[in-house]
Each structure stands twice: as C-alpha cells, then as structure tokens.
C-alpha cells in the first residue's frame, strides 16, 4: 500500500524558515517523480513543485520560485520542501504527491497523496 | 499564467446524472486530469489522460474531452459523491488546477 507521510508544519512569523519532509513507502520511490501541492484554508489546490526521480529536473510555482527548495534523498525514500522568506499568503496545508512517471513532465498528474501537514505564518 | 475555468457549484439529485466542465486553451494539445476531494481529506485520482478511470474507481466516474473544454460526468449520482472536484493539466512546464467545483447532491 502506497503511503506518504509529511511532517513539519507548525507556525511560522512572517521571513521564518520551515523544512517539510514527506516519508514514502509502499512503492520503488526512485522509480518515480514527486511533487509539493498545497490548499490555503477553504481554497483550491495549487502545485508548488516537483522533482524528478533523479533530483535531474525540477520545478516551482511562480509564487515561490527563489524562496521554496525542493529535494529528495532516495537512499531515505523521503521527500523535502525547504521554505525560506515565508509570507503569510504561504499560510496552507502541504500535501506531497506522487507522480505516475519518473520525470516532471507536462503531463505529470498524481496518483496518490499524502494527508497534507499545516503551514500557518503569522506573527 | 495558463487558467482552467470551472464553474463554482453543480448540484443534481441522487440518481441523475452530473456533468463538471472545466475550461482551457491548452485543453486541446494537453492531457486533463480529476481529483475528487471530500472535507477533511485529501485529494483523489478518479480521471487520468481526459477519459482513463484508475482501479478503484467506480464506473459511474467517465471523462470526455471536445476542443478546449473537458467534462467530468458521473452518472448515477450518489450522496457519497457529494465533494469538490478538481480538473488539472499542464501548459508548458507549469501544472495548473482548475479553481474547483463543489458537487451538492440534493
């Protein structure tokens, strides 16, 4: 059974750092490409990066582009999301999600997701 | 930035029939995909590649693609479908979600 496990929210004052990690198992993890995808409070989904199953290619949001830091340690079959300068429009649960295919493509689409863990910033 | 238009909310009767459109330029060249996603819980897979349903994924969830607009239908509505449904696809490198829709079954 496909599992994905974050951690690592809490609150956060606004310029605050925070490392998410999402703990993968039930698949070969480095068969596949991964993803962040996150839902402000009663709002829609939003995807805020992905990586290849080698770390050889990766992506982000505009929204977060040169502040959020995504990685994976395969050995460790987990997956992180380094948030630096947070603001409070960052304020969402995270989900990690697994991709169908080994690469961040532009047909990447997920096909399981994990629970989500809590990122409120605010002072 | 590259949008997917949904309408807010559809609602239909137990039994009947309901169709989610979810709208985009790139729709024509670009796979859509369809989350499902009930309170408190995450999202879903019920629809891949516009019209492909994943195991597990009762028969009554089909997709159908026609130029730039994609249409989720489930047929046989049941009060358990009662959620938020989410188109997603991609233009160049970027993935987008569709804003949503919420599904009330009366």
């Known amino acids: 059974e496909v599992q994905l496990v974050e951690s690592g929210g809490g609150l956060v004052q606004p310029g605050r750092s925070l490392r998410l990690s999402c703990a993968a198992s039930g698949f070969t993890f480095d068969d596949y490409a991964m993803h962040w995808v996150r839902q402000a409070p009663g709002k829609g989904l939003e995807w805020v990066s992905g990586i290849s199953w080698n770390s050889g290619s990766i992506g982000y949001a505009d929204s977060v582009k040169g502040r959020f830091t995504i990685s994976r340690d395969n050995a460790k079959n987990s997956l992180y999301l380094q948030m630096n300068s947070l603001r409070a429009e960052d304020t969402a649960l995270y989900y990690c999600?697994?991709?169908?295919?080994?690469?961040?493509?532009?047909?990447?689409?997920?096909?399981?997701w994990g629970q989500g863990t809590l990122v409120t910033v605010s002072s | 930035s590259y949008e997917l238009t949904q309408p807010p909310s559809v609602s239909v009767s137990p039994g009947q029939t309901a169709r989610i459109t979810c709208s985009g330029d790139?729709?024509?060249?670009?796979?859509a995909y369809w989350y499902q996603q009930k309170p408190g819980q995450a999202p879903v897979l019920v629809i891949y590649k516009d019209s492909e349903r994943p195991s597990g994924i009762p028969e009554r969830f089909s997709g159908s693609s026609s130029g730039t607009t994609v249409t989720l239908t489930i047929s046989g509505v049941q009060a358990e479908d009662e959620a938020d449904y989410y188109c997603q696809s991609a233009d160049s490198s970027d993935v987008v979600f569709g804003g949503g829709t919420k599904l009330t079954v009366l």
């Open positions: 999600a697994k991709d169908s295919a080994s690469s961040i493509a532009i047909q990447s689409f997920f096909d399981y």
């Open positions: 790139a729709l024509p060249k670009q796979y």
